[in-house]
């Protein structure tokens, strides 16, 4: 059984987690970098960085349909990209206050509760934003190397 990081060179894995999420085809607006985590070659799992300041911050998107992505090498792949390769200070992420699962998932990788965005989703939903320093990452160390 492995897991295999694979960048999305074609569009396939941003549509997947379009369709997923049920976003139109214009999210995101802006430029984006996406990776898709295939499980025994079954994408089941991805991650979208966007919103993109260099050096400042960056947010993502999570979606999976199996919980074999979030391993301890995907983890510090994305991280050191966030953290090193793109030299940013901060991650943030929103979670639908309704997605338990996700909202508990990113608070024991060590997200912290920042504040919440009253009715932002499109039905209404509260969305909890959560964020990362840096410095707080346990999956890399500050200068962006492996702990």
């Not at 990776?35 to 991805?46: D, T």
């Not at 960085?49 to 979030?70: A, G, L, Q």
């Not at 996700?102 to 499109?122: A, N, P, T, Y």
């Amino acid at each position: 059984m492995s897991m295999d990081i694979i960048p999305d060179t074609n569009g396939a894995v941003i549509d997947w987690v379009r369709k997923g999420l049920g976003y139109d085809d214009d999210w995101p607006e802006e430029k984006h970098l996406t990776f898709g985590f295939y499980y025994n070659k079954k994408l089941v799992g991805a991650l979208v960085f966007h919103t993109v300041r260099r050096r400042t911050e960056v947010w993502w998107t999570m979606y999976s349909t199996d919980k074999h992505w979030c391993s301890r090498k995907v983890l510090r792949l994305m991280f050191t990209i966030a953290f090193g390769r793109m030299d940013c200070r901060r991650i943030g992420i929103l979670v639908s206050k309704s997605n338990v699962r996700c909202l508990d998932m990113v608070r024991r990788l060590g997200f912290k509760d920042e504040g919440i965005l009253r009715q932002s989703r499109d039905d209404g939903e509260d969305c909890y934003i959560l964020g990362m320093l840096r410095s707080e990452c346990p999956w890399i160390n500050f200068n962006g190397e492996r702990k």
